[in-house]
């Protein structure tokens, strides 16, 4: 008995050491691979402090041989805290001249930030003083390419304080009716919608009527102030919405504004925010690079380029549109003319062979065009998505061109448009020695992308916020457990790191050339929460390369 044990023994340990060997990284020699030179300086007053809107483009910046000058963190507010509005207008007056271009926020500027501008912070006096301030930066700055944003707020309630929030529910309702109304005239619907009217105390109807007649009124005059100052680039984004409401009613009126001024080639409206100070980066590089790139654009089923995703007002296929038109880039019918594939898979309870679609998805990725992936999930489940059966299949994700899964729809397909579209350009125009540091940057991006839209936000965000409600903290107030639960989140995600390094990750070259093959050698991430929340982290991942010489 004893001998067959440590027979089963024996023969359990070399099968360890055989999966061990089998799955043992290269042996690599240690390469240091230096930044892509910066050609240019741009200065920029983000939405907010919030990663996707200031290091994600710094971060993209890099990649595209720009410098991103960003302001101090503390001047740019936290969560309810509105940023301090005018140092931030002194300290861009302070940078613009040693820039090449600017991008704005007008809402950081009259609102302190996108929460504010859902209140509003902001009165007709700090809106007007912000279309004289673009009239006088303009004159000032004749010769700077000047890029502005502004954002349609969304209906959302429960940022508010009571008794607002009694009637989210009613006033949700009450919005998408009008909006219904105005579209279509229905009978019926009127009906209703007078019954949410006499419910709804008039204060409270009165406030967000407000709120939208403001905005929009505030937009056409932001168009009007953009034309006259001729503003290089304005986009006129919508928070995140419903198939109807208020905010689209701002967004038909703003694109009338383009169309009947034949303004939609420079002036843009589109859904989404986080991501728009990426996209206008990404549009700016391809003006100055006169580069307007390919885009194939592939679903992972017929379905998902006409379905409504949550948080949407607009269906998959319309935003895709939307984002490639930003960027200045337009779809082809051929995969083998695209300078980059575009595959976006959004996942529901419905969802079917994912196994499938898997393995059609690594044989793009192996092939000869740059490939950008968009993995979303309506229920925000990992099991609706497709990353972790390209995981199962050994494809080898570190030479994807782009990966977004992080929020919504807009959110997701701006990021990735913006970094393909960016790294795909840079390809064609760098010299080759410049290639692999190319290279590395885009994976860094894409790792950072990995750990935050996949490992944090679809497998661990829910454990997290079930786990709070257990001990009796509060997900959207942690307050001084702040540190304790970063501490937390960067423990949980040190697991899943080594998972995918050692299964994946380091096992596949992101880069060749004639001599060498180039991989990810180490991974350290580093996890902070940028607001006293667990919504989203700010989480960056520090890479080491090697290479592997290749047989003569």
């Given at each position: 008995?004893?001998?067959?044990?440590?027979?089963?023994?024996?023969?359990?340990?070399?099968?360890?050491?055989?999966?061990?060997?089998?799955?043992?990284?290269?042996?690599?020699?240690?390469?240091?691979?230096?930044?892509?030179?910066?050609?240019?300086?741009?200065?920029?007053?983000?939405?907010?402090?919030?990663?996707?809107?200031?290091?994600?483009?710094?971060?993209?910046?890099?990649?595209?041989?720009?410098?991103?000058?960003?302001?101090?963190?503390?001047?740019?507010?936290?969560?309810?805290?509105?940023?301090?509005?005018?140092?931030?207008?002194?300290?861009?007056?302070?940078?613009?001249?040693?820039?090449?271009?600017?991008?704005?926020?007008?809402?950081?500027?009259?609102?302190?930030?996108?929460?504010?501008?859902?209140?509003?912070?902001?009165?007709?006096?700090?809106?007007?003083?912000?279309?004289?301030?673009?009239?006088?930066?303009?004159?000032?700055?004749?010769?700077?390419?000047?890029?502005?944003?502004?954002?349609?707020?969304?209906?959302?309630?429960?940022?508010?304080?009571?008794?607002?929030?009694?009637?989210?529910?009613?006033?949700?309702?009450?919005?998408?009716?009008?909006?219904?109304?105005?579209?279509?005239?229905?009978?019926?619907?009127?009906?209703?919608l007078q019954r949410f009217v006499d419910?709804?105390?008039?204060?409270?109807?009165?406030?967000?009527?407000?709120?939208?007649?403001?905005?929009?009124?505030?937009?056409?005059?932001?168009?009007?102030?953009?034309?006259?100052?001729?503003?290089?680039?304005?986009?006129?984004?919508?928070?995140?919405?419903?198939?109807?409401?208020?905010?689209?009613?701002?967004?038909?009126?703003?694109?009338?504004?383009?169309?009947?001024?034949?303004?939609?080639?420079?002036?843009?409206?589109?859904?989404?925010?986080?991501?728009?100070?990426?996209?206008?980066?990404?549009?700016?590089?391809?003006?100055?690079?006169?580069?307007?790139?390919?885009?194939?654009?592939?679903?992972?089923?017929?379905?998902?380029?006409?379905?409504?995703?949550?948080?949407?007002?607009?269906?998959?296929?319309?935003?895709?549109?939307?984002?490639?038109?930003?960027?200045?880039?337009?779809?082809?019918?051929?995969?083998?003319?695209?300078?980059?594939?575009?595959?976006?898979?959004?996942?529901?309870?419905?969802?079917?062979?994912?196994?499938?679609?898997?393995?059609?998805?690594?044989?793009?990725?192996?092939?000869?065009?740059?490939?950008?992936?968009?993995?979303?999930?309506?229920?925000?489940?990992?099991k609706e998505t497709i990353f972790p059966?390209?995981?199962?299949?050994?494809?080898?994700?570190?030479?994807?061109?782009?990966?977004?899964?992080?929020?919504?729809?807009?959110?997701?397909?701006?990021?990735?448009?913006?970094?393909?579209?960016?790294?795909?350009?840079?390809k064609q125009r760098l010299p080759e020695?410049?290639?692999?540091?190319?290279?590395?940057?885009?994976?860094?991006?894409?790792?950072?992308?990995?750990?935050?839209?996949?490992?944090?936000?679809?497998?661990?965000?829910?454990?997290?916020?079930?786990?709070?409600?257990?001990?009796?903290?509060?997900?959207?107030?942690?307050?001084?457990?702040?540190?304790?639960?970063?501490?937390?989140?960067?423990?949980?995600?040190?697991?899943?790191?080594?998972?995918?390094?050692?299964?994946?990750?380091?096992?596949?070259?992101?880069?060749?050339?004639?001599?060498?093959?180039?991989?990810?050698?180490?991974?350290?991430?580093?996890?902070?929460?940028?607001?006293?929340?667990?919504?989203?982290?700010?989480?960056?991942?520090?890479?080491?390369?090697?290479?592997?010489?290749?047989?003569?």
């Amino acid at each position: 008995m004893i001998k067959k044990l440590c027979l089963c023994l024996i023969a359990f340990s070399l099968l360890a050491i055989s999966i061990i060997y089998e799955n043992r990284p290269p042996k690599l020699e240690k390469v240091d691979l230096p930044p892509l030179s910066s050609e240019q300086k741009i200065v920029v007053l983000p939405l907010d402090g919030r990663p996707p809107c200031t290091k994600f483009v710094s971060d993209l910046g890099l990649l595209s041989s720009v410098k991103i000058i960003l302001p101090p963190n503390d001047l740019l507010g936290n969560y309810t805290e509105p940023a301090q509005r005018s140092l931030l207008v002194n300290w861009f007056n302070n940078n613009i001249g040693n820039a090449d271009s600017g991008i704005i926020s007008s809402d950081l500027l009259i609102h302190g930030g996108l929460v504010g501008s859902r209140i509003p912070v902001g009165t007709l006096n700090d809106e007007n003083a912000f279309l004289s301030y673009l009239e006088t930066l303009h004159k000032n700055n004749p010769a700077k390419a000047l890029y502005i944003y502004s954002i349609i707020p969304r209906l959302l309630i429960a940022d508010q304080l009571l008794p607002d929030s009694w009637w989210q529910w009613h006033l949700m309702r009450w919005a998408a009716l009008q909006d219904i109304q105005d579209t279509f005239g229905d009978p019926l619907s009127f009906k209703e919608l007078q019954r949410f009217v006499d419910e709804i105390p008039p204060e409270i109807i009165d406030k967000y009527s407000a709120l939208y007649r403001n905005n929009g009124d505030f937009n056409h005059r932001l168009l009007d102030a953009a034309v006259k100052n001729n503003i290089d680039m304005l986009i006129i984004g919508q928070d995140d919405g419903q198939p109807f409401g208020l905010p689209n009613l701002n967004r038909n009126r703003a694109l009338f504004y383009l169309e009947h001024n034949n303004l939609v080639n420079k002036y843009h409206t589109t859904r989404g925010a986080d991501e728009l100070g990426c996209l206008i980066l990404a549009a700016d590089r391809n003006r100055n690079w006169q580069y307007s790139p390919k885009v194939f654009v592939e679903y992972s089923s017929p379905r998902v380029a006409d379905i409504t995703m949550p948080f949407m007002s607009c269906s998959v296929g319309e935003t895709v549109n939307e984002k490639i038109a930003i960027v200045g880039g337009k779809s082809v019918n051929d995969p083998s003319q695209a300078d980059f594939i575009l595959y976006v898979h959004c996942g529901n309870d419905a969802t079917t062979n994912l196994d499938a679609k898997a393995a059609y998805l690594k044989k793009l990725i192996m092939g000869a065009t740059p490939v950008a992936l968009v993995d979303l999930s309506a229920n925000y489940d990992v099991k609706e998505t497709i990353f972790p059966h390209l995981i199962n299949n050994n494809t080898p994700l570190v030479r994807l061109a782009a990966f977004a899964g992080w929020n919504t729809v807009s959110n997701s397909v701006g990021t990735a448009v913006a970094q393909a579209s960016i790294f795909t350009g840079q390809k064609q125009r760098l010299p080759e020695r410049d290639l692999p540091s190319l290279y590395a940057l885009n994976l860094q991006f894409n790792l950072d992308r990995f750990f935050d839209d996949w490992v944090y936000q679809k497998i661990m965000h829910h454990k997290l916020s079930k786990l709070l409600e257990i001990r009796e903290m509060d997900p959207y107030s942690l307050d001084y457990d702040t540190l304790k639960v970063s501490k937390f989140i960067k423990n949980e995600i040190q697991v899943y790191k080594n998972t995918l390094f050692y299964d994946n990750l380091c096992r596949y070259p992101f880069y060749s050339d004639d001599a060498n093959d180039y991989y990810l050698s180490s991974i350290d991430i580093d996890v902070t929460l940028p607001w006293e929340r667990i919504f989203e982290v700010n989480l960056s991942t520090k890479a080491t390369f090697g290479t592997r010489a290749k047989p003569n």
